[in-house]
């Protein structure tokens, strides 16, 4: 099994007609997603490489099915795009836009939790989600995960992610789903959503899980953790030598005061029972060796 | 971006904010010429983003003109925690009968804003957090709902601020909170809020951080960029369009994707080297990005060897590769890189660069070994 998404996710991508759009997009179709659709306004009707473009939202889930939505677009239109698709009838978004200021995002998050309690949004900034041989969507390259399983993968971060797929993959370990929750102040999915959809999952044995500096999930997680999670967990923390005050690279992950280090993410994970690792290296091996032993 | 007092206070009267009246002077003659038109007494105020400016001697309070110009000639060109003073904020002085604290930023755990309102202002708000969290009245505002006059007149009585400035307060509040919003900030702060012994209330300081993903939709925030005080290589960095943090290791890194680029700077230390700066290339390295990072990363004196780590998912390494190859011809790098390629073509890729390996062109198979070998030659 695998959470949130699988081969009968039928997906649309808003902004398929965009230069990003159409490049992810096919690239998702090429994996096996059935990517059944594209939304752009004004250009209804036409298609891109044989898929089908609606002018909404609405008319691609009434002519489809979908079921999920692939968001893709410039950072301006982004928070408008989410809540076309939620009202659209899909109940599963992610956005990989990076860039949304912090009010867009706060502002969609609790509309979405207000008005459209079951929809789930992944993201914004983040790239995406991939249930190895089911189904992908996002821009993780999908050759480098491994379908089958036992490892269920939550990040906060895009390139470390592949890293931790990498790592397991040359092992030979497989993986159930691979979810990157992004970096920005308020992404809709966070790491407990994942932690408890993987401990509910049957086929996830062990989880990952990668955080980094800024904000208060990885502590969060812990706490959750050490009271309901059975399953292994691994975790990597970066940004150890990040200086307080400055955003490194995500809007999320920045150091305020002496609130949001890596070095008390780390000790809360260790407290609740998590194998902390110092690189990304040590937590593929540390999961390996965990795995073998299952 | 952070803002300059004078410029949160310029920003705060956009949203009709009470700010005492002054202005902005960069030499002595200026300073004279606000105090003459706001009125005496008034406040020299050194215009630097840092703390505690007050106990280095960066606030000054002046009755006459003498005053004026000897606290501005004295102030303009101090240097306050590393931060030289070039601007200086003139305003009338206010008599102060109480301070209050009052501020709006995102409370990240809950996605919901956060008001928070103290009786007790003028010290940090994070010493009045310890040693009587009870004097904070903290306040989650959903941002689909927002903060109305009604909900501001309930929290002000909540914090205990005196009768007398509960309405003013308020009113005050609901635009500090408009600001908040439509400016676009990720903080704006007021410390203190005072009342003065007339009764009128009005906020002697402004700190507010505006967030930089908004940009697009506020053209007025060009002359604060223009008037940010950036590291050189910072600044030749963003010209580039890079994502680059200065910092004082031997080490430079270049990698794609920022947690990649965080976690090089960890294994560098953990390997006993310490990092020149943070850059991340981002998604598309291709060659024109590589040749700028270099170059950027050639411009540090401290750089002693270079490390790019990269894991190609969406960027394919062969391409990658190629841009190092650019990069070298078309500018002269003064320390040897040792590379890490990975992922997507990660093969083709260092195939590319096998000719071309020498002592100062190096390639390693893993994160680990690359930081080792990056470190060993910083430190020889």
């Known amino acids: ?294 | 971006m952070d803002l300059f007092e004078y410029q949160g206070k310029q920003y705060f009267a956009r949203f009709g904010i009470a700010v005492s009246p002054g202005d902005v002077a960069d030499t002595v003659d200026e300073a004279l010429a606000v105090a003459e038109r706001v009125g005496y007494p008034v406040v020299v105020k050194a215009q630097v983003k840092v703390g505690g400016r007050g106990k280095a001697g960066g606030v000054k309070l002046a009755a006459s003109a003498d005053e004026v110009r000897e606290h501005a000639g004295n102030i303009l060109g101090l240097d306050i925690k590393g931060h030289v003073v070039k601007r200086l904020w003139v305003e009338r002085a206010s008599d102060i009968a109480k301070e209050y604290y009052a501020s709006f930023t995102l409370d990240r755990p809950n996605k919901v804003h956060l008001g928070m309102l103290s009786a007790q202002g003028g010290v940090e708000i994070e010493q009045v957090a310890e040693e009587n969290p009870d004097a904070i009245a903290f306040l989650s505002i959903d941002p689909v709902v927002g903060l109305d006059l009604a909900t501001a007149r309930r929290w002000v009585a909540e914090a205990n601020l005196d009768e007398v400035a509960r309405d003013q307060a308020a009113e005050l509040l609901v635009k500090l909170y408009t600001c908040y919003v439509e400016g676009d900030c990720d903080l704006a702060e007021v410390n203190p809020l005072i009342l003065t012994p007339e009764g009128t209330v009005h906020a002697l300081d402004a700190k507010v951080t505006l967030d930089d993903n908004a940009g697009y939709r506020h053209p007025e925030w060009d002359e604060y960029r223009a008037t940010e005080t950036e590291d050189p290589r910072e600044k030749l960095a963003k010209e580039k369009g890079l994502n680059y943090i200065g910092l004082d290791g031997t080490v430079g890194i270049i990698a794609n994707g920022a947690g990649l680029a965080m976690s090089t700077l960890d294994v560098v230390n953990q390997v006993g080297g310490s990092a020149a700066n943070f850059l991340d290339i981002g998604g598309g390295a291709n060659a024109d990005v590589m040749a700028a990072a270099l170059e950027v990363i050639n411009s540090d004196p401290k750089v002693k060897s270079i490390f790019v780590n990269i894991f190609g998912g969406i960027t394919r390494v062969d391409e990658v590769a190629r841009g190092v190859l650019d990069a070298l011809a078309r500018v002269d790098i003064a320390s040897p890189i040792v590379l890490r390629l990975d992922g997507t073509n990660a093969v083709e890729g260092r195939a590319i660069l096998a000719d071309h390996l020498n002592e100062n062109l190096i390639t390693e198979p893993t994160m680990l070994d690359a930081a080792r070998r990056a470190v060993g030659l910083a430190n020889a």
Not at chain 1, 114 to 121: A, Q, T
Not at chain 1, 174 to 202: H, M, S
């Open chain 1, 1 to 294: 099994m695998s959470i949130f998404v699988d081969e009968n996710t039928k997906v649309i991508v808003q902004g398929l007609t965009g230069g990003q759009g159409r490049f992810h997009g096919l690239r998702n179709r090429d994996y096996g997603t059935q990517i059944v659709g594209g939304v752009t306004p004004g250009k209804g009707g036409t298609d891109v490489d044989g898929v089908p473009v609606f002018n909404s939202v609405k008319e691609a889930v009434d002519a489809t099915g979908a079921t999920a939505s692939f968001v893709v677009v410039p950072p301006k239109f982004a928070a408008a795009a989410i809540m076309e698709a939620a009202e659209g009838g899909i109940t599963f978004i992610v956005c990989i836009t990076e860039g949304i200021p912090a009010h867009d995002e706060a502002l969609t998050y609790n509309r979405l939790v207000e008005e459209f309690p079951g929809v789930r949004l992944l993201g914004p900034n983040c790239p995406g989600i991939i249930s190895p041989g089911k189904c992908n969507i996002g821009i993780t390259s999908g050759d480098i995960a491994l379908p089958g399983g036992p490892v269920g993968i939550v990040s906060r971060s895009g390139t470390l992610t592949y890293q931790a797929l990498h790592e397991l993959s040359q092992q030979g370990i497989g993986q159930t789903t691979c979810v990157g929750i992004g970096g920005d102040p308020v992404p809709g999915t966070n790491f407990i959503d994942c932690l408890e959809a993987f401990q509910a999952d049957p086929d996830t044995k062990a989880v990952m899980m990668i955080g980094e500096i800024g904000g208060s999930e990885e502590e969060r997680a812990a706490e959750w953790i050490k009271a309901n999670m059975t399953k292994p967990v691994v975790a990597y923390i970066a940004g150890v030598t990040a200086p307080a005050g400055r955003k490194m690279g995500h809007a999320g992950a920045i150091i305020s005061g002496s609130k949001g280090t890596a070095q008390a993410k780390m000790e809360a994970l260790a407290a609740a029972g998590v194998h902390v690792c110092q690189n990304p290296t040590e937590a593929g091996e540390k999961m390996v060796d965990i795995v073998r032993a299952l």
